[in-house]
T-cell receptor
Framework: GQQVMQIPQYQHVQEGEDFTTYCNSS?????IQWYKQRPGGHPVFLIQ?????EVKKQKRLTFQFGEAKKNSSLHITATQTTDVGTYFC????????????FGSGTRLQVQP | DVKVTQSSRYLVKRTGEKVFLECVQD?????MFWYRQDPGLGLRLIYF???????EKGDIPEGYSVSREKKERFSLILESASTNQTSMYLC?????????FGPGTRLTVT
């Protein structure tokens, strides 16, 4: 079945440093979503990418969808303590498929 | 604001008990999902439903069943709870775009 791998599993950075998490799918995706889960909270939708090579920005967050639509990345510039949490990618294999396959997540810790 | 509520935040059950986890959404979403979340494994889909009385197996349906009698409510049933079902259970709903998650139920089976 479809697998979505995410690395690293954990990253600890100093406040102000950059952070990147990578997501790789074993199959081509129709779209990919990113979610953030704060400690003790539930996943919250951040963004969806659909087009090959698409890049989207949300303030300090940059999301990228690979040309082959099998990988994606989330880059945070100048991390802040509010960025702490676990970031999940979630891929949808077929356009009509309602279910997402989630990656294992990257837990980000930011040292003030 | 979309609201997805789950019946319990914490639940402790004994091995062999039948367990019901309830999820209710207030946004008239067609799709509802049940996931379990375990450290290092991310969110794994157990079952989902795209309409009343309709259900589809996810990636790890063994040991679970579901019920969707009304559009707003999606129940996860553990027929005979086992210790390996100790986990965080998350319900979500959506229209086919983003998913909205409930607060989760941390289930411990002893």
């Amino acid at each position: 079945g479809q697998q979505v791998m995410q690395i690293p599993q954990y990253q600890h950075v100093q406040e102000g440093e950059d952070f990147t998490t990578y997501c790789n799918s074993s199959t081509t995706l129709s779209n990919i979503q990113w979610y953030k889960q704060r400690p003790g909270g539930h996943p919250v939708f951040l963004i969806q990418l659909v087009k090959s090579g698409e890049v989207k920005k949300q303030k300090r967050l940059t999301f990228q969808f690979g040309e082959a639509k099998k990988n994606s990345s989330l880059h945070i510039t100048a991390t802040q303590t509010t960025d702490v949490g676990t970031y999940f990618c979630a891929g949808r294999k077929d356009t009509g498929r309602r279910a997402l396959t989630f990656g294992s997540g990257t837990r980000l810790q930011v040292q003030p | 604001d979309v609201k997805v509520t789950q019946s319990s935040r914490y639940l402790v059950k004994r091995t062999g008990e039948k367990v019901f986890l309830e999820c209710v959404q207030d946004m008239d979403h067609e799709n509802m999902f049940w996931y379990r979340q375990d450290p290092g494994l991310g969110l794994r889909l157990i079952y989902f439903s795209y309409d009343v009385k309709m259900k589809e197996k996810g990636d790890i349906p063994e040991g679970y069943s579901v019920s969707r009698e009304k559009k707003e409510r999606f129940s996860l049933i553990l027929e005979s709870a086992s210790t390996n079902q100790t986990s965080m259970y998350l319900c979500a709903s959506g229209t086919g775009y983003e998913q909205y998650f409930g607060p989760g139920t941390r289930l411990t089976v002893t």
